[in-house]
T-cell receptor
Framework: DVKVTQSSRYLVKRTGEKVFLECVQD?????MFWYRQDPGLGLRLIYF???????EKGDIPEGYSVSREKKERFSLILESASTNQTSMYLC???????????FGPGTRLTVT | DAKTTQPPSMDCAEGRAANLPCNHS???????VYWYRQIHSQGPQYIIH???NNETNEMASLIITEDRKSSTLILPHATLRDTAVYYC???????????????FGGGTRVLVKP
């Protein structure tokens, strides 16, 4: 079974803090994604990566950056957290050529 | 990607089959039907997908009408753990990761009752 893990299930940070969200997958997938999910807005893509050190912006990259130094790990960075970044953050991975995305359990981030 | 329409909610009795409809009348010939579900406070989970033939796996069956304008996801013996929001997505298969982002609509909130 594919396993996608995220570093924290719940996180509380203060405005202005730098926040790191980590995602690790164990199935050698080339593609990894970061989404956020908010009530009424559905799932929105922040960034994705199709290979090590490769990244592309999704629909809402502002205020975020990412890092993919190793194939299995994809990090989402909030350089200076703001209250409007309070959300559920979901990481997913996908094998190239496949149609299935495998999601992690999510990190519920609250910025106060 | 083609638009989909699903009922906002439905109840189902434990042990019975749950039939979840999805309308996608503007589907194109190269678009697949995908189903995901999301249990409360968890990440989405892939269930099944199909192009035009009916499909079955260990989780569910997918029935696609001959004109492909609608489909039904069948959970053959619903359990309490199947309580979740179920999303129907229609989109083409894309080679580049750029095109593979998922966009979930409102979905159907399924409540399995004992």
């Amino acid at each position: 079974d594919v396993k996608v893990t995220q570093s924290s299930r719940y996180l509380v940070k203060r405005t202005g803090e730098k926040v790191f969200l980590e995602c690790v997958q164990d199935m050698d997938h080339e593609n990894m994604f970061w989404y956020r999910q908010d009530p009424g807005l559905g799932l929105r893509l922040i960034y994705f990566s199709y290979d090590v050190k490769m990244k592309e912006k999704g629909d809402i990259p502002e205020g975020y950056s990412v890092s993919r130094e190793k194939k299995e790990r994809f990090s989402l960075i909030l350089e200076s957290a703001s209250t409007n970044q309070t959300s559920m953050y979901l990481c997913a991975s996908m094998l190239s050529g496949s149609v299935t995305q495998y999601f992690g359990p999510g990190t519920r981030l609250t910025v106060t | 990607d083609a638009k989909t329409t699903q009922p906002p909610s439905m109840d189902c009795a434990e042990g019975r089959a749950a039939n979840l409809p999805c309308n996608h009348s503007t589907i194109s010939g190269n678009e697949y039907v995908y189903w995901y579900r999301q249990i409360h406070s968890q990440g989405p989970q892939y269930i099944i997908h199909g192009l035009k033939n009916n499909e079955t796996n260990e989780m569910a069956s997918l029935i696609i009408t001959e004109d492909r304008k609608s489909s039904t996801l069948i959970l053959p013996h619903a359990t309490l753990r199947d309580t979740a929001v179920y999303y129907c997505i229609v989109r083409p298969r894309r080679d580049k990761a750029a095109g593979n982002k998922l966009t979930f609509g409102g979905g159907t909130r399924v409540l399995v009752k004992p």
